[in-house]
């Protein structure tokens, strides 16, 4: 059942506005919050809305959408059930069409079951099975033996916990744990025996304690954080197709060595062994080669600039330096020494080739601008 005189707040988009200024909804701006009323709502709006549950009277939320497209399915008489009450919507269906509580108990059902199982076993039934009819009897014909007052580990054994089992059969017994606070603890009879727990959980704390001894994460593991989203980037640009650059490292055969590709704490351990510090990058030595311990290195974003592609090398005096370096060698600013460059370069090949510092590294001309005179 729909709660009435509701108004719920949605924001102007392009999708709804001649749908809403139709209904007389003054118009704002695109993004604007405004209120509509929940029978001026959008047929396939995804919108919640509070319904009413027609078994417990409970009120929940419910897609404006999910409720029409049921009401044109099952007609005006379809009831709204909240989570909890779905079984009992399902026993309703099954008993109107097919006069049971469950459409297992149907015989089309159990016919089509039946018909199944002697397609691909050979039986009837799956529990006539002999592998699974020996598992169903085993199960079944559990020996009870008593624990009460037996010790596993640190747990003592109290009494067995009555009517509670798990899907595999196994008891449940309470337990005591020999901890200061003497916690109380129903657990399975399979993981007592096993050893799979052996204590309230003080045992891990107090290990943990020991391990920590008063140190934080950051002590033991340090730059632990900063080195993981450099190697998720990393994991990302060569596997992620999605990624924005993954056609410069991935769409390239680029890839990651195995030893760091499936454990992280390699690659950890690798960065906290060539000095990490914070702010720096890694970086392959060779442009095309793929993320290994012998090909990488951690380098600032300066550095990082000199190993692109489109980094520009000259050499001048058998001295091999990118544009920024001449640039901050000499003081004349980048974009004169790629004009010079540019020029020597279509002038003649071996003049570049013969350069000096002397040449191409000439003072710039200062142009001196007349004083205003009266």
Not at 144 to 165: G, Q, Y
Not at 225 to 249: A, L, V
Request: glycine residues 4%.
């Amino acid at each position: 059942m729909l709660v009435k005189n509701q108004k719920i707040k949605i924001k102007w988009n392009a999708s709804n506005k001649v749908y809403y200024v139709s209904k007389g909804y003054p118009f704002t701006k695109m993004g604007d919050e405004f209120e509509v009323r929940i029978e001026d709502l959008l047929p396939k709006s995804k919108e919640y809305i509070l319904v009413r549950c027609d078994y417990c009277g409970i009120p929940f939320m419910k897609r404006y959408a999910n409720y029409n497209i049921g009401k044109e399915k099952y007609g005006i008489d379809d009831k709204d059930c909240c989570d909890d009450c779905l079984i009992f919507k399902r026993e309703e269906r099954c008993l109107s069409k097919y006069g049971v509580k469950n459409y297992t108990q149907t015989d089309e059902f159990k016919e089509r079951y039946k018909q199944t199982c002697q397609e691909k076993y050979g039986v009837d039934n799956v529990s006539q099975i002999p592998e699974i009819a020996e598992k169903i009897s085993q199960s079944r014909t559990k020996e009870f033996i008593d624990l009460t007052n037996m010790k596993f580990n640190h747990l003592t054994i109290i009494s067995l916990v009555p009517n509670k089992t798990n899907k595999h059969h196994d008891r449940y017994w309470l337990c005591e744990c020999d901890c200061e606070n003497k916690t109380r603890k129903e657990i399975s009879e399979h993981h007592l025996i096993r050893g799979n727990t052996k204590s309230c959980g003080c045992i891990r704390k107090e290990s943990l304690i020991e391990r920590w001894d008063g140190k934080t994460k950051k002590d033991i593991y340090p730059y632990y954080k900063e080195i993981y989203c450099t190697y998720d980037s990393m994991k990302k640009r060569c596997y992620n197709e999605k990624h924005d650059n993954y056609k410069r490292y991935g769409g390239r055969g680029i890839i990651i060595c195995d030893e760091w590709l499936n454990d992280f704490m390699e690659f950890y351990n690798w960065a906290i062994e060539n000095d990490y510090k914070e702010g720096l990058t890694i970086e392959r030595i060779d442009y095309d080669g793929n993320y290994e311990p012998n090909n990488c290195k951690w380098a600032t974003w300066e550095e990082q600039s000199y190993n692109k592609s489109n980094t520009l090398y000259i050499e001048v005096d058998s001295e091999m330096k990118t544009v920024k370096q001449w640039s901050d060698e000499t003081g004349i600013p980048q974009h004169i020494i790629y004009q010079r460059y540019a020029r020597y370069r279509k002038k003649d090949r071996q003049e570049l080739e013969l350069l000096t510092k002397e040449k191409f590294f000439k003072p710039v001309r200062q142009i001196h601008k007349k004083e205003n005179t009266i």
